[in-house]
């Protein structure tokens, strides 16, 4: 299957500081990739970077779609009910007809369970409601590649599951997706590869049994055993 996405050799510097060292990274249209690894290491930075809101440095990428990012704070117009919020970017930015934004801004809803508070204002949410409504609004402008910056760290553990099933749903469907995540349950049980990065670099990369099961690199199996309780 063809990549939908290569970076080669990216480098991305932050005043004093090297976010990433020639990161070189591929994404096949289909594929799910978790990336893991500690604060600081990278994970954001790389994401940022393949939907243009970081200006690498050097390297090169070839992209060959569209993106849509769900961040780890839910971002959401505040003074916009969450059907607006949804249809509010297709009919800006993609000048599609405010009647179909509406409808289709309903279906996402649907699919993510919030129908029923189309017309509640964000801070009447769940931080997991807001999330929910971030992916539609996300998945709205019909996205080749979804990226997810910690989607759950903000949330309490009770409802992350609630935006975690949405995710796995999606995965289900074969939308392809990057997915930056502390959660190592839905990394083993969902990506079809994934990637641990430390200090800006990608220090090991495989399939989720290879990473959890056998991990190569003294560095990855010293983080899991911090990350992975028995």
Request: proline residues 3%; hydrophobic residues 40%.
């Amino acid at each position: 299957m063809e990549n939908i996405l290569e970076m080669k050799n990216i480098v991305k510097e932050f005043d004093n500081c090297t976010a990433l060292h020639e990161v070189d990274f591929s994404l096949k249209k289909g594929e799910i990739v978790a990336i893991i690894g500690p604060s600081g290491s990278g994970k954001s930075s790389l994401l940022r970077c393949i939907n243009g809101l970081n200006t690498i440095t050097s390297g090169s990428i070839e992209l060959r779609g569209t993106t849509g990012m769900v961040f780890q704070h839910f971002n959401l117009f505040p003074h916009m009910t969450c059907i607006k919020n949804v249809a509010y970017a297709p009919i800006k930015v993609k000048k599609m007809d405010k009647e179909e934004a509406y409808k289709k801004g309903m279906e996402l809803l649907d699919m993510v369970g919030l129908a029923s508070k189309a017309d509640d204002y964000p801070n009447h949410l769940s931080g997991g409601q807001k999330q929910r409504v971030a992916i539609a609004r996300a998945l709205a402008m019909e996205p080749d590649i979804m990226l997810f910056d910690e989607a759950t760290s903000a949330l309490d553990p009770e409802i992350t599951g609630e935006v975690l099933e949405v995710m796995k749903r999606l995965a289900e469907e074969h939308m392809t997706m990057v997915v930056v995540t502390h959660e190592m349950g839905f990394a083993r049980e969902v990506a079809d590869r994934v990637v641990f990065m430390d200090h800006g670099k990608i220090v090991e990369e495989g399939s989720p049994e290879e990473i959890f099961g056998n991990p190569k690199n003294e560095r990855l199996r010293s983080f899991l055993s911090t990350v992975i309780r028995a």
